[in-house]
């Protein structure tokens, strides 16, 4: 199983960008979002239930991004918004089926990840 993840870019601080999560071929798992800026740790941005019934964020981007499922195209969506040159970083989406394990960035499946640039 490949998670497809896309959506990065070149973007003016205060902007926005949509990243997407292709996870077809995966069903009833949780989805999380990471991030890897240069010369930084790989840390936890985002995440959602295999149900969408609960999600959390990162105390860095609470109220800047939303996460959520696209059940149609079984892609998990990233929206970001009033973005900040310190969210540029390579995002990563990962899937697994235990909730903790993925909190803690141990997710069984990864996607490749996409570039977002902030500029400011």
């Known amino acids: 199983v490949q998670l497809q993840a896309s959506g990065g870019g070149v973007v003016q601080a205060g902007g926005s960008v949509t990243l997407s999560c292709d996870v077809s071929?995966?069903?009833?798992?949780?989805i999380g979002w990471f991030r890897q800026a240069p010369g930084k740790e790989r840390e936890g941005v985002s995440g959602?239930?295999?149900?969408?019934?609960?999600?959390y964020y990162a105390d860095s981007v609470k109220g800047r991004f939303t996460i959520s499922w696209d059940n149609v195209k079984n892609t998990v969506h990233l929206q970001m918004d009033a973005l900040k040159p310190e969210d540029t970083a390579v995002y990563y989406c990962?899937?697994?089926?235990?909730?903790?394990?993925?909190?803690?960035?141990?997710?069984?499946?990864w996607g490749q990840g996409t570039l977002v640039t902030v500029s400011s």
């Open positions: 959602i239930t295999s149900t969408g019934d609960k999600t």
């Open positions: 990962a899937a697994d089926t235990d909730r903790s394990r993925l909190r803690s960035g141990l997710g069984e499946y």
């Open positions: 071929g995966l069903n009833n798992w949780d």
